[in-house]
DNA sequence: TCACGCCGCGAGCGATTGCTCGCTTTCAAC
DNA sequence: GTTGAAAGCGAGCAATCGCTCGCGGCGTGA
């Protein structure tokens, strides 16, 4: 951030702009997503915006950085509360909070999975996971009759990155042949049956 | 294609020009792959450029659906040998595959994967995945002993990016607590556990 | 109320990019 | 060898984009 804004007005600016920047990213996508066209959405001029942002890649990384710590705070938050649950209740509930989280804003999703270059995006997506990965390394390292695995490490970057994938993939394609119920039960099998295997 | 290059020296410049595409998207990364630069990489102007190519975009086209088909064409052909066979060697042969394909050419997934606005490069990548998935099912439905889950297409689909996931993410990423082989172990372990879940 | 600093404006600069067009060179058929 | 088409060239056009700068309006403390 160039400078700080102090009074309310350029406060509600800066907010106006984020806003507006995720409402290009959805509506024309990362294309059509120009300092000019972001800053006329806002209703503010070229000059307002980068009064406050250094250049275009500083409005992109906001709008990113909210959107994947939306995500990890519900993910964490529902991992955190059932810490001290077991088996597969605790591992439907996570899947179900990240399934919903990535549904909240499937558009932006679109965007930012499959049209932005990632390099931002990937650094914010990194750190969901570590954070998802390393509560479930030792989750499985406190209860070691819940997997057979023997590197808990190891497990818990297979069963993030599958259960993270499948997620992701069946929000953005929406496929007619999985409900929402099935792909739980195949996380759930998936998981459960690597677990023990 | 604007004009289907007749003689030899024009048919040699297309593929200079593909070749050049792919070297600039490698060395440079996306935001250099200008139709200048390409052309100039290829030793040839950009006028020579624009009598084979319709746009800017067609060039990517070719490179991308280059390197999917050469993944696709790997990875099917290792599967249809190998449909006849039976269990887990086939899972990890099949594997292995992939992960071979995938390593082949590491610095072009990374920008494929990673930094390209992908819209082309899902639907190519999407082609793969139904091609594989299909073989899957058909393999599934018509052993049911190898399964214990109800709906062949629904496994298909969960086993084929699962497996694809941690391929892709396991040759970008390089995570140090996971060698080759052990990364075939645990792809093994999941497929194996959630079919016989 | 005055004055100073925060705020906001928007025309437009400088650079880049995708792409064209008029021209020359090379090839191949007769 | 002649000729017409195919191939190739490269300066540069038109448009866009990120970003700046000089100027005026507004809020706030005294």
């Known amino acids: ?32 997503f120009s300092t000019n066209r972001v800053a006329t959405v806002a209703g503010v001029s070229p000059g307002s915006l980068y009064q406050y942002f250094p250049d275009k890649a500083a409005i992109l990384d906001v709008v990113i950085d909210r959107y994947w ?26 899947a179900d909070a990240l399934l919903t989280a990535l549904e909240a804003d499937r558009e932006l999703l679109r965007v930012v999975a499959e049209e932005l270059p990632v390099q931002r995006s990937r650094e914010r997506r990194a750190a969901l996971e570590r954070r998802v990965r390393e509560l479930v390394a030792t989750y499985l390292a406190a209860r070691p009759a819940t997997s057979h695995r023997p590197q808990a490490g190891v497990a818990a ?18 496929p007619a042949f999985v409900s929402r119920e099935e792909l739980l039960d195949e996380m759930l099998a998936l998981v459960g049956g690597y677990l023990l295997a």
Request: charged fraction near 30%.
């Open 157 to 174: 970057w297979v069963v993030v990155l599958a259960v993270e994938g499948l997620a992701m993939r069946w929000v953005l394609d929406q």
């Open 1 to 32: 951030m160039r400078k700080t804004p102090r009074q309310a007005r350029s406060r509600e600016m800066v907010e106006r702009i984020v806003t507006a920047g995720r409402a290009v990213l959805i509506a024309d996508g990362y294309d059509a």
């Open 69 to 94: 710590e939306e995500v990890a705070e519900r993910v964490a938050a529902s991992l955190a509360d059932r810490i001290g649950e077991f088996g597969p209740a605790m591992v439907r509930d996570t």
